[in-house]
């Protein structure tokens, strides 16, 4: 059961990862991304606060499977884990939290970007939807 908890979380977690930093680029996920967002940044500084800035519940977890499993992987984060377990890369702390925070900065910055541009632009209007001017009777 551990092993099979252990699998599930490196997709479930990784593919939260993927969605965190993609979810903003298609119009139709944006609403399910800003839920998701808002519980990772819930995560990282509400729990953090009393757990450590950063603090992930996916990590957490994972990690307690793990050690109940026996492994001890002497990383910190969820990034050092992958880096160790699908690259063979020994990634320090340092290092994985300068890509976490890189990353968090790029996926607020887009996710800005792209919700501005959504509010911005300008309803698109056809001529048999009712909302031109010859709707109104101002053809000029």
Avoid at 23 to 32: A, E, K, N, S
């Amino acid at each position: 059961m551990l092993a099979t908890l252990n699998i599930l979380f490196f997709i479930f977690h990784t593919l939260i990862m993927v969605f965190n930093l993609t979810g903003w680029i298609f119009r139709r996920t944006r609403i399910l991304h800003i839920v998701c967002l808002g519980a990772t940044l819930f995560s990282w500084f509400v729990m953090g606060a009393s757990r450590g800035m950063g603090y992930c519940v996916c990590t957490d977890w994972h990690f307690q499977i793990r050690r109940a499993m026996g492994i001890n992987d002497n990383v910190h984060s969820y990034i050092q884990l992958i880096a160790k377990s699908f690259f063979g890369v020994e990634m320090d702390r340092m290092t994985s939290d300068f890509a976490a925070g890189g990353g968090l900065l790029f996926i607020l910055l887009a996710t800005l970007v792209v919700w501005t541009a959504d509010l911005l632009r300008k309803p698109e209007r056809t001529e048999n939807d009712g909302s031109g001017p010859a709707a109104s009777g101002n053809l000029l």
